[in-house]
């Protein structure tokens, strides 16, 4: 969700990147509701950064 605000709210001010110990897809529910206000973060994963 952090991601998905960022990216919109922060557009052409800060570089987005999303990082954590395990590459995961974002859950289903996350995505419905970020939908609902108008942001689309289906596309988005965690990338492993660390390891």
Excluded: C, H, Y
Aim: proline share 2%; charged share 20%; hydrophobic share 45%.
């Amino acid at each position: 969700m952090a991601e998905g605000f960022t990216r919109i709210l922060g557009e052409g001010k800060v570089a987005v990147a999303s990082s954590g110990l395990v590459a995961n897809e974002v859950d289903p529910v996350t995505v419905e509701v970020m939908a609902e206000i108008g942001i689309e973060i289906s596309n988005q994963t965690s990338n492993i950064k660390f390891g």
